[in-house]
């Protein structure tokens, strides 16, 4: 390493990026300088995409210490622009990100939710890939939805209705852009300090006041097990932390699908039952529970407790709706359209219904998220790769929940599709996603089974000390 000192400026320096390579190869951790020489090369094209692929690889197998994951997340927030707020939105602006789950729906209730109690909600949300859906692709099955938003126009739907759901804008954290596309084909995805520094990049920049983290573990999560959910959630929450934004995780199952819908324009439809005061109590424990822990720690409610009431009252009075429906005109839906939105509109119609039968009786013991949300992004509800076209009407509704007593023959769940029709073989991929046992009758853990909270507390080495907190 040397260094070149430029009169008056800051002491600039110059590294071989094989020899950060060979570094992290060789199991040491790398400076904050070196870390923005990386990020700055990687901007600049003058890093070369075998040293990206190497250097990914390298972390990917040595990790990365808490401070390195750190200074990454800074320096892939400085490779862009950051959005600013108001002054006097300060203490207000807060956001959710969810590690991805079946029949997820819950940011389309609860960015106007935390609206309607006060807040600022500027959600930056991605499309499905894989066999997780995405909220982007659930709000385009509504005709005439713009997610497209550049930060002059989130600013004054902020100002207006006090939330808005957009994509990822090109000036914000270009550098995951290229480093996400990198991991991708080098097969380091997998890689806790690069998920986080991902993760985290994007939310920093949306210049927040608090952020929840909702990070999944189950069957059909990213994470098959809560213990690696919970070093994700750790990892995630340290960043934030250090950053200086107040952030918690909630470590959620996701075995099952979330609420009775699976599908883009059948997640709005059950949405809109949530913004309405009802719906399925586990997307109302996700959306009352996430934005209660959200209220609190931005300081606009005294406890978790005070702000799931708040929640529950926004929703109740019909206020949360009329963001919601707001927000979608805001976003380019007519008025007309926005107003009638609900289980009696346009959506959700395909050429096809089927209702398959429960083969026994008994009770419901599992139903599994993943080969039903497989079977559904083969019928064109989901993508395989990113420029695949989906048909937004495909979906499913389960008519059963877990730990009821079934009768065989009673429909189960009731299949929407077009073409290409749904095959003999996935109907029994279907059949065998429904688990019936002897049991009798019971009533199913709740969704959330941990909080992982960071003390603003420095430890020996400077770095927030996370500190885990047991619900149950
Ligand atoms: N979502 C992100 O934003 N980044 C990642 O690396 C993963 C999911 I995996």
Same mark, same amino acid.
């Given at each position: 390493?040397?260094?070149?000192?430029?009169?008056?400026?800051?002491?600039?320096?110059?590294?071989?990026?094989?020899?950060?390579?060979?570094?992290?190869?060789?199991?040491?951790?790398?400076?904050?300088?070196?870390?923005?020489?990386?990020?700055?090369?990687?901007?600049?094209?003058?890093?070369?995409?075998?040293?990206?692929?190497?250097?990914?690889?390298?972390?990917?197998?040595?990790?990365?210490?808490?401070?390195?994951?750190?200074?990454?997340?800074?320096?892939?927030?400085?490779?862009?622009?950051?959005?600013?707020?108001?002054?006097?939105?300060?203490?207000?602006?807060?956001?959710?990100?969810?590690?991805?789950?079946?029949?997820?729906?819950? !940011? /389309? @209730? +609860?960015?106007? *939710?935390?609206?309607?109690?006060?807040?600022?909600?500027?959600?930056? &949300?991605?499309?499905? =890939?894989?066999?997780?859906?995405?909220?982007?692709?659930?709000?385009?099955?509504?005709?005439?939805?713009?997610?497209?938003?550049?930060?002059?126009?989130?600013?004054?739907?902020?100002?207006?209705?006090?939330?808005?759901?957009?994509?990822?804008?090109?000036?914000?954290?270009?550098?995951?852009?290229?480093?996400?596309?990198?991991?991708?084909?080098?097969?380091?995805?997998? !890689? /806790? @300090? +690069?998920?986080? *520094?991902?993760?985290?990049?994007?939310?920093?920049?949306?210049?927040? &006041?608090?952020?929840? =983290?909702?990070?999944?573990?189950?069957?059909?999560?990213?994470?098959?097990?809560?213990?690696?959910?919970?070093?994700?959630?750790?990892?995630?929450?340290?960043?934030?932390?250090?950053?200086?934004?107040?952030?918690?995780?909630?470590?959620?199952?996701?075995?099952?699908?979330?609420?009775?819908?699976?599908?883009?324009?059948?997640?709005?439809?059950?949405?809109?039952?949530?913004?309405?005061?009802?719906?399925?109590?586990?997307?109302?424990?996700?959306?009352?529970?996430?934005?209660?822990?959200?209220?609190? =720690?931005?300081?606009?409610?005294?406890?978790?407790?005070?702000?799931?009431?708040?929640?529950?009252?926004?929703?109740?009075?019909?206020?949360?709706?009329?963001?919601?429906?707001?927000?979608?005109?805001?976003?380019?839906?007519?008025?007309?359209?926005?107003?009638?939105?609900?289980?009696?509109?346009?959506?959700?119609?395909?050429?096809?219904?089927?209702?398959?039968?429960?083969?026994?009786?008994?009770?419901?013991?599992?139903?599994?998220?993943?080969?039903?949300?497989?079977?559904?992004?083969?019928?064109?509800?989901?993508?395989?790769?990113?420029?695949?076209?989906?048909?937004?009407?495909?979906?499913?509704?389960?008519?059963?929940?877990?730990?009821?007593?079934?009768?065989?023959?009673?429909?189960?769940?009731?299949?929407?599709?077009?073409?290409?029709?749904?095959?003999?073989?996935?109907?029994?991929?279907?059949?065998?996603?429904?688990?019936?046992?002897?049991?009798?009758?019971?009533?199913?853990?709740?969704?959330?089974?941990?909080?992982?909270?960071?003390?603003?507390?420095?430890?020996?080495?400077?770095?927030?000390?996370?500190?885990?907190?047991?619900?149950?």
């Amino acid at each position: 390493m040397s260094s070149i000192s430029v009169p008056g400026t800051e002491v600039v320096a110059q590294f071989r990026i094989a020899d950060v390579i060979a570094k992290k190869r060789d199991g040491l951790t790398l400076s904050a300088q070196e870390i923005r020489h990386v990020v700055k090369a990687t901007m600049t094209g003058q890093a070369q995409d075998s040293q990206l692929g190497a250097l990914l690889m390298a972390i990917r197998l040595q990790g990365m210490n808490p401070e390195e994951t750190m200074t990454l997340t800074k320096e892939m927030v400085a490779s862009g622009g950051v959005l600013e707020w108001p002054e006097e939105w300060r203490g207000l602006l807060v956001d959710k990100h969810s590690t991805g789950g079946v029949g997820d729906k819950v !940011s /389309l @209730p +609860l960015a106007p *939710a935390l609206a309607a109690c006060g807040c600022k909600v500027p959600m930056i &949300s991605g499309r499905g =890939l894989g066999h997780t859906g995405g909220t982007l692709d659930k709000l385009e099955s509504v005709r005439g939805f713009s997610s497209q938003q550049n930060p002059e126009q989130m600013l004054e739907i902020l100002r207006s209705v006090g939330c808005c759901i957009v994509g990822q804008s090109k000036n914000l954290v270009p550098a995951d852009k290229i480093f996400y596309e990198m991991r991708d084909v080098t097969a380091t995805v997998d !890689s /806790l @300090p +690069l998920i986080t *520094a991902s993760i985290m990049s994007k939310k920093m920049a949306e210049s927040l &006041s608090a952020l929840i =983290l909702d990070v999944k573990f189950g069957a059909a999560a990213q994470s098959p097990t809560i213990q690696e959910a919970k070093h994700l959630a750790h990892s995630l929450v340290n960043v934030g932390v250090s950053m200086g934004i107040p952030t918690i995780a909630l470590i959620t199952n996701m075995d099952t699908p979330i609420g009775r819908c699976i599908g883009n324009s059948l997640e709005v439809i059950e949405a809109l039952e949530c913004l309405e005061g009802g719906g399925h109590e586990d997307l109302r424990e996700l959306v009352l529970h996430t934005g209660g822990y959200l209220l609190w =720690l931005c300081g606009q409610a005294d406890s978790e407790t005070q702000g799931v009431e708040k929640i529950a009252n926004v929703l109740r009075n019909g206020s949360a709706l009329q963001c919601f429906r707001k927000m979608m005109e805001a976003q380019g839906v007519e008025p007309d359209i926005a107003r009638t939105l609900g289980s009696s509109s346009e959506l959700g119609k395909t050429s096809h219904v089927e209702e398959l039968k429960v083969p026994k009786t008994g009770t419901v013991e599992l139903i599994q998220a993943r080969p039903i949300a497989e079977i559904l992004n083969a019928l064109g509800a989901g993508r395989k790769k990113a420029t695949d076209e989906i048909n937004h009407s495909v979906g499913a509704e389960l008519l059963v929940r877990v730990g009821q007593r079934v009768e065989k023959g009673v429909s189960w769940i009731r299949i929407h599709y077009e073409k290409p029709l749904l095959q003999d073989i996935q109907r029994q991929t279907l059949q065998d996603a429904l688990c019936i046992s002897e049991k009798p009758t019971f009533i199913p853990e709740p969704l959330i089974r941990d909080v992982i909270y960071a003390e603003c507390k420095k430890g020996e080495n400077g770095d927030a000390v996370c500190r885990e907190r047991e619900i149950n």
